[in-house]
């Protein structure tokens, strides 16, 4: 009898270990902020990106969207301005009109950048404004720059391409630069959570 107590304490164990080891895998393929997840290594056009890190913005009271920072694979120091391909994928927990974005983003780059710098990028946000859609709960906006070439998509549509370098690190920068929307989330995104 004590026999089979210890062999059917050992099975148990043995149970608890191997779901231990299918939980870690299935988590350590992607990760979850508020529900939304994010793969840890994503492919988009012929590149490999691996994550840096990922966060959620609050904006006031509220909780906005969910975010996750991708960079080139081998690239693991965050360079979110430079020249390298990455990507910022964020998902919404609210309903946000196409005139907002066109309006944040705008401010945000004015307030951001200096004066020479915003008429650098002026042509290529004004075509970027114009294409923004409204989101609802669950979408998924993707800004991801190859290294020729800046795209916005919206639930894996694209909006918009740019061949534009300045401009590339000017968006990237709303999130991911010295004057961030949100330095939590910003570092968050970066990894130094």
Not at 55 to 65: D, L, N, Q
Not at 150 to 176: D, K, P, Q, T, Y
């Amino acid at each position: 009898m004590l026999r089979q107590r210890k062999n059917h304490t050992a099975a148990k164990a043995a149970l608890a270990v191997c779901l231990m080891l299918i939980t870690a895998g299935v988590s350590a393929n992607s990760v979850t902020e508020r529900g939304e997840r994010f793969e840890r290594v994503v492919e988009e056009n012929g590149q490999r990106y691996t994550l840096i890190g990922s966060g959620v913005f609050r904006y006031m009271i509220w909780t906005a969207y969910a975010g996750a920072y991708y960079q080139l694979e081998g690239q693991t120091q965050p360079q979110p301005t430079s020249d390298i391909p990455r990507r910022l994928e964020l998902a919404y927990f609210h309903a946000i009109e196409a005139a907002d974005f066109a309006e944040a983003t705008e401010k945000t780059l004015r307030d951001s950048l200096t004066l020479y710098e915003f008429n650098q990028i002026e042509e290529p946000l004004a075509r970027l404004n114009q294409r923004y859609r409204d989101v609802v709960p669950g979408d998924r906006y993707l800004l991801s720059w190859d290294g020729e070439q800046l795209r916005l998509a919206l639930n894996g549509e694209v909006l918009l391409e740019e061949e534009n370098a300045e401009f590339a690190s000017a968006m990237f920068s709303i999130w991911l630069g010295e004057r961030p929307l949100g330095e939590g989330f910003r570092d968050a995104l970066l990894g130094k959570n």
